[in-house]
């Protein structure tokens, strides 16, 4: 095995490491704000970190393209999504656990 297969290999299993995380965050987070906060970070940062590790096995041009693109795409479009999410959430009055604090909601 080469480094470059090693490191592949790694940056895969890391990607997979956060799905798993996000997974069981789903499960037992409280309340919708903080699974959407799980969601989001194993979307972009696990996304990320599997496309490193085939961009690492293939650095063919066509590939560091294709790869880069989905990369940036992936990293500006899934804060906006959560947002989204969670906006929707907040404006249907999804309930919430005492320990998440709404900022937009008016001082007492």
Request: glycine share 6%.
């Amino acid at each position: 095995m080469s480094a470059q297969e090693l490191a592949a290999g790694v940056l895969v299993l890391v990607g997979v490491a956060l799905f798993a995380s996000a997974a069981v965050g789903l499960l037992w987070l409280p309340d919708v704000y903080a699974r959407i906060n799980a969601a989001a970070k194993a979307a972009g940062l696990g996304v990320v970190s599997v496309l490193l590790g085939v961009l690492i096995l293939d650095p063919s041009p066509a590939s560091v393209i294709t790869l880069s693109l989905a990369i940036v795409l992936q990293l500006l479009t899934v804060p906006i999504a959560g947002i989204a999410i969670a906006e929707a959430a907040w404006l249907s009055r999804a309930p919430r656990t005492p320990s998440t604090q709404d900022e937009l909601e008016s001082p007492p």
